[in-house]
Structure formats: structure tokens, C-alpha cells
């Protein structure tokens, strides 16, 4: 059983970078073909997926973020890493991190498709 858990700050301040990471347990990140992904969900929103990085390392973004957001991988400790940039409160949102068998973008209830494990979610906040 895979188990996916999102960890970091849940208030960021305007202007700065949040950073989460998402801790995978019960599988390793760097085999199979999968996608480790990032998800959020602005309240009163649908899904939006962010973007993902596969198990060889490669990583895809959504283009409406992709010149704020990095995605990066600790192999030694299992964990995929999201560094969203230059936040404003619109980034307010609950963040997931999900694993997906496929690269491209999806929206709402569209995510389901495709995406066998999720973390919990957490709430981010940003706001000074």
C-alpha cells in the first residue's frame, strides 16, 4: 500500500516561495512508471494539477505556472519537493501530492482519472 503525506508551512507570507514536501512510503519514487504529482484545490475551486515528476527524474508543469514552480526529488529519502515562487493570496489553496500514470495536465474532477494515490492534503495559506 502506497501512503503519500504533504508536509510544510501552512500560512506564506506574499511575495515569498512556499515549499512542500510529500513523503512516499511503501513504494519507491524512482521505479515503475508513475508520476508523482502536485495538486491543489483554491477553495470554492476545482482540481488544478501543477505538475509532476516522473520516476527517472524528468518533471512537466503546468504552463500557466511553470515559471514559478520547481519540482525536485530527495531519492535517499523518498520525498518529491514543490517550490511554487512569487505566491500572492490566489495561491491560497489545500495542496495535494498524488501519484499518476500519466504526464498531462487535468483539471477538476478530471484528476481522478489516472491518479491511484493521494496524500491527505494541506491547507496553505498565503497571506502577510
Known amino acids: 500500500q502506497v501512503q503519500l503525506q504533504e508536509s510544510g508551512p501552512g500560512l506564506v507570507k506574499p511575495s515569498q516561495t512556499l515549499s512542500l514536501t510529500c513523503t512516499v512510503s511503501g513504494g519507491s519514487i524512482t521505479t515503475s512508471n508513475y508520476y508523482w504529482s502536485w495538486i491543489r484545490q483554491p477553495p470554492g475551486k476545482g482540481l488544478e494539477w501543477m505538475g509532476v515528476?516522473?520516476?527517472?527524474?524528468?518533471?512537466y508543469y503546468n504552463p500557466s505556472l511553470e515559471s514559478r514552480t520547481s519540482i525536485s526529488r530527495d531519492t535517499s529519502k523518498n520525498q518529491f519537493t514543490l517550490n511554487l515562487s512569487s505566491v500572492t493570496p490566489e495561491d491560497t489553496a489545500v495542496y495535494f501530492c498524488?501519484?499518476?500514470?500519466?504526464?498531462?495536465?487535468?483539471?477538476?474532477?478530471?484528476?481522478?482519472?489516472?491518479?491511484?494515490?493521494w496524500g491527505q492534503g494541506t491547507q496553505v495559506t498565503v497571506s502577510s
Open positions: 515528476i516522473h520516476a527517472s527524474g524528468v518533471t
Open positions: 498524488a501519484r499518476r500514470d500519466n504526464p498531462y495536465y487535468c483539471s477538476g474532477y478530471g484528476c481522478y482519472d489516472g491518479t491511484d494515490y
